[in-house]
């Protein structure tokens, strides 16, 4: 391989592992920006006639350290029809991050419930079902989106909601002020450099 050609690997594995990282800084801020449709503190539920499974159970808001419980039962047809529901759910917090979903599998049954901890600091927990037919098929509710259960302090496009916001932020029991989100602007800087320095070369 001569020089030239060397040369010319070298800086296309180099822009291939810049244009990876652009990717995944963009992967970290999606949250962000899929939120701007998004009404802050408005939960997004779904039309039961239009899902096969009625909610029994549902805590709202979602408070920090506390158990987020969730519980639905599956219709009478999708139960008959030997269809089983799994519960995913996703946190995500007040600097704009979500962690990954954790799907969960439950004993079928008549009806499926959950309990999770949200940490402190988060903006809401999202939710989805998928149905599990009895073909082998699977269908997710909704899909490609998310349910959602705000939690009792939130940050969404500069705006603080929640019952549990004051003036000195998030007061969640006996807990003092809370003041997080200043990682969007050290997120959203890291773009603009990423994309700086990646033009620039």
């Known amino acids: 391989m001569s020089k030239y050609q060397e040369v010319s690997v070298q800086a296309s594995d180099m822009h291939g592992r ?7 800084i963009v992967t970290l801020i999606f949250p962000l920006v899929a939120g701007s ?3 802050g503190g408005v939960d997004k539920n779904p039309d039961e006639s239009e899902v096969p499974f009625s ?3 549902r805590t709202t808001p979602s408070v920090d350290g506390e158990d987020w419980n969730f519980q639905i039962k599956i219709d009478d047809d999708a139960y008959a029809n030997g269809t089983t529901l799994s519960i995913i759910p996703q946190i995500c917090t007040n600097d704009g991050v ?8 439950i004993e079928p049954s008549r009806n499926y419930a959950i309990a999770i901890t949200p940490p ?7 939710w989805r079902v998928t149905a599990n037919y009895e073909n082998g098929e699977k269908e997710h509710f909704p899909q490609g989106d998310w349910f959602k259960t705000w939690s009792s302090c939130w940050f969404d496009e500069d705006v603080w909601g929640g019952v549990d916001y004051t003036d000195d932020g998030c007061k969640i ?9 200043f990682a969007l602007p050290i997120i959203l800087g890291s773009i603009v450099m990423a ?3 990646y033009r620039r070369d």
């Not at 810049?18 to 995944?24: E, G, H, N, P, Y």
């Not at 979500?98 to 599998?105: L, R």
């Not at 029991?173 to 989100?181: F, Q, S």
Request: hydrophobic share 35%; glycine share 10%.
């Open 98 to 105: 979500c962690d990954p979903p954790v799907p969960h599998e």
């Open 37 to 39: 449709s998004l009404t």
């Open 195 to 197: 994309i700086a320095y």
């Open 120 to 126: 402190s600091d988060h903006t809401y927990v999202n």
């Open 18 to 24: 810049r244009l990876i990282s652009m990717l995944l």
């Open 173 to 181: 029991g006996d807990e003092g002020g809370i003041l997080p989100g």
């Open 55 to 57: 909610i029994v159970e």
